[in-house]
T-cell receptor, first 112, second 114 residues
Framework: RKEVEQDPGPFNVPEGATVAFNCTYS??????FFWYRQDCRKEPKLLMS???SGNEDGRFTAQLNRASQYISLLIRDSKLSDSATYLC?????????????FGKGTKLSVKP | DTGVSQDPRHKITKRGQNVTFRCDPI?????LYWYRQTLGQGPEFLTY????????KSRLLSDRFSAERPKGSFSTLEIQRTEQGDSAMYLC????????????FGPGTRLTVL
C-alpha cells in the first residue's frame, strides 16, 4: 500500500463548481498534513496546512479525519486559475521527520 | 529574487556520464531537501541536510548518488554513471530549522538521460 494515495483524476469542472479531493495515508502515527498545488512544469507550492479541527482559507477548506486516516480538500466557486495538480502531503514521522511524503496528485481542470 | 534557485534548469546527458546539480536555498534557511519527481508522480524524498550535516538518505539514493552541503549554504547533487531511469525533475527545497516549517521549492532541474 502506498503511503499517500489520492485519485489522480482528472477532474474537469465548469467555473463556479464545487469540487472535492480526497486522500488517504497509511501511517497512523503521522502528525502533519498539507495540500500543495503544482502548476504544469512548475514547482509545488504550499496551498494550506491541514489541522485536526479543519481549516478554511477563502474558497478552500481542508479537513482531517485521523480515525479514518483521510484528508480532504474542498474548493468552492472554482476559478479558471484553480486549474492545477493538487498534491496531498504527509510529513514523515520519527526518523523521517521533516521529509514530505507526496501523493501522486489530482489534476483539476476548470473550464469556462 | 530571494527564493530557492537551482542550476542548471535543464540538463541532457548521455547514459554513463556524470552530472552535478546545484541548489541555493533561501539564505536564512537551515534545512535543505532534495526530491525527485517523474512524470505523473508526486515528488519523492531523496535526502536532507540541516546546516552541513546530511541527516537522512532515502533508499532511492543509490550509491551512484551523492549530495553535499559543505558550508551549510548551497548544496550539490551528483549522479554518477547516469542511467535512463534517472531521467526526472530534481527539486530542491529549503525551510527553517523546525521540521514543521513550510518547505519552499526551487524551480527544479530537469534531467534527460539519452
Amino acid at each position: 500500500r502506498k503511503e499517500v494515495e489520492q485519485d489522480p483524476g482528472p477532474f474537469n469542472v465548469p467555473e463556479g463548481a464545487t469540487v472535492a479531493f480526497n486522500c488517504t495515508y497509511s501511517n497512523s502515527a503521522s502528525q502533519s498534513f498539507f495540500w500543495y498545488r503544482q502548476d504544469c512544469r512548475k514547482e509545488p507550492k504550499l496551498l494550506m496546512s491541514v489541522y485536526s479541527s479543519g481549516n478554511e482559507d477563502g474558497r478552500f477548506t481542508a479537513q482531517l479525519n485521523r480515525a479514518s486516516q483521510y484528508i480532504s480538500l474542498l474548493i468552492r466557486d472554482s476559478k479558471l486559475s484553480d486549474s492545477a495538480t493538487y498534491l496531498c502531503v504527509v510529513m514523515g514521522y520519527g526518523g523521517s521527520q521533516g521529509n514530505l511524503i507526496f501523493g501522486k496528485g489530482t489534476k483539476l481542470s476548470v473550464k469556462p | 529574487d530571494t527564493g530557492v534557485s537551482q542550476d542548471p534548469r535543464h540538463k541532457i546527458t548521455k547514459r554513463g556520464q556524470n552530472v552535478t546539480f546545484r541548489c541555493d536555498p533561501i539564505s536564512e534557511h537551515n534545512r535543505l531537501y532534495w526530491y525527485r519527481q517523474t512524470l505523473g508522480q508526486g515528488p519523492e524524498f531523496l535526502t536532507y541536510f540541516q546546516n552541513e550535516a546530511q541527516l537522512e538518505k532515502s533508499r532511492l539514493l543509490s550509491d551512484r548518488f551523492s549530495a553535499e552541503r559543505p558550508k551549510g549554504s548551497f548544496s550539490t547533487l551528483e549522479i554518477q554513471r547516469t542511467e535512463q531511469g534517472d531521467s526526472a525533475m530534481y527539486l530542491c527545497a529549503s525551510s527553517f530549522t523546525s521540521a514543521y516549517n513550510e518547505q519552499f521549492f526551487g524551480p527544479g532541474t530537469r534531467l534527460t538521460v539519452l
